[in-house]
Each structure stands twice: as structure tokens, then as C-alpha cells.
């Protein structure tokens, strides 16, 4: 069984908590907001649009009908697929959720699969893969309006991107895909951006070093192939 996921946070700190999840498992749909026992900045409204007066009276996670869904589905033989799955991992975690399955992170895929792509936020693959254009009937199937950053809305274009992804490549490829690391081809922004990191390796290592050390939150995929062009350029 695949279990589809989706959370909206309070932000990207590590103190940061769940405050919305979107699940899709069976073609179930469910969406409960999450007090996260914290409060929500502007900044992460501003995303999200989820304010403190709207989750005032909802659970916590632990007391949640999300929580007991996800524990009920966390078992070996099923499969987590989140777009970025490291990020929802990570909170999950923070709440004591440990996923025992496999995972298909249909970010990473859509890296590997898809090379030559200017982007691959879940928005930018809704419109490059004119997911945009059977999207509304199958939103209407779930009765769930299209909202982008609604953790229930998110979820289902998660789902509509791990179909197109399902004619490129097999599960079982996913699940590879989405454990090991993405050579990335092109830097995605600085001031070589769109140019092959390749290139750059030869012509202006220091640069590429300089990102290695100093932007701590960068994609490990970006890391690893920094790393392994500059590795070949020596």
C-alpha cells in the first residue's frame, strides 16, 4: 500500500512542528489541522495561510487522527511517497514516527528521471508536465479544492506526479531512485545558474567550493554532485 503524504510546518527550523497533514492511502483521502504547540510566524502563514486562530482548537499530533492513520500504515510492506520525502521524515520523526517502509521521494525521481528540467518544485511539475490539464477532474473525484500548499492539495499533485513518474520507471526503480543520490547535471541558481556544474568544476572550483561551505542547508543532491565534479577535476 502506498501512503501519500503531505504536511505543512511552522517553519524549517529544528524547532519547527507539523501543523497541517494531507494523506492519500486507497484512494482515502483525509486533512486535519495540527496544533503544533508553537506558535505560527507570519512567514509560514504567509505560505500555507494556516493561522493560530485556525488551529487553536485542533489536537496535537500525538492526539491526532493523522497520527493513529500513519502508525496504522507504518509497517515494512508499505510505502511512504512524498515530494521531499526527507523533510516530511524528518518532522514525522520529530514526533516520535519513525517510517519502517520504503519510501519514494517523487522530488528526487523527478531529479534523476527528468534531468533537464529548469526546476522541480511540486508547482513548477504541475505546469512542465501539464499535470494542470486532467488535474481538476481528478481533484473533483476526492471532492478536495486546488490549493497549492494545502497539505491535502499537495498530496493529491504528489499523486498525479508519482503516476507520470509510473510510466518512466517501475516501484521497484522508484525505491532505488529515492535512496541513493542524484548527479545532478546543471547548477539550479547562483550566478552560474543553468550552467553544467561540470563546467564549472574546471573553470571556477572556488565557487563551487564556496557553496560547499557555506550554504549548510543545501540539497544533498547538489552536495554530493558538487562534490563529485570537483573530485573529477582534479
Avoid at 503524504?5 to 484512494?27: F, N, Q
Avoid at 510566524?41 to 500555507?48: E, N, Q, R, T
Wanted: net charge negative; charged share 25%.
Amino acid at each position: 500500500m502506498h501512503l501519500i503524504i503531505d504536511v505543512e510546518t511552522t517553519g524549517l527550523e529544528l524547532s519547527d512542528r507539523i501543523c497541517s497533514v494531507g494523506m492519500i492511502t486507497d484512494d482515502q483521502v483525509h486533512h486535519e489541522l495540527i496544533h503544533p504547540g508553537k506558535k505560527i510566524p507570519p512567514a509560514a502563514s504567509a505560505i500555507h495561510h494556516i493561522t493560530n486562530e485556525m488551529v487553536k482548537e485542533s489536537p496535537s499530533f500525538a492526539q491526532s487522527l493523522s497520527a493513529e492513520k500513519i502508525e496504522g500504515l507504518n509497517a515494512p510492506e508499505n510505502v511512504l511517497v512524498s515530494h521531499n520525502a526527507p523533510f516530511e521524515l524528518a518532522m514525522l520523526q520529530k514526533e516520535g514516527i519513525a517510517w519502517q517502509g520504503d519510501i519514494i521521494d517523487t522530488l528526487k525521481c523527478a531529479k534523476s528521471l527528468m534531468d533537464d528540467l529548469d526546476g522541480y518544485s511540486l508547482q513548477f511539475l504541475r505546469y512542465e508536465l501539464r499535470l494542470y490539464r486532467d488535474e481538476e477532474a481528478f481533484f473533483e473525484r476526492f471532492g478536495v479544492p486546488i490549493v497549492p500548499h494545502h497539505a491535502l492539495s499537495d498530496a493529491l499533485h504528489t499523486q498525479m506526479v508519482l503516476d507520470y513518474l509510473l510510466d518512466l520507471a517501475d516501484v521497484e526503480r522508484l525505491i532505488e531512485i529515492s535512496k541513493s543520490h542524484v548527479l545532478l547535471t546543471r547548477l539550479p541558481f547562483g550566478k552560474y545558474a543553468k550552467k553544467r556544474i561540470e563546467e564549472i568544476a574546471l573553470k571556477d572550483p572556488g565557487y563551487l567550493k564556496w557553496m560547499n561551505e557555506s550554504l549548510m542547508d543545501m540539497d544533498e543532491d547538489l552536495r554530493y554532485s558538487i562534490d563529485y565534479y570537483l573530485r573529477r577535476s582534479l
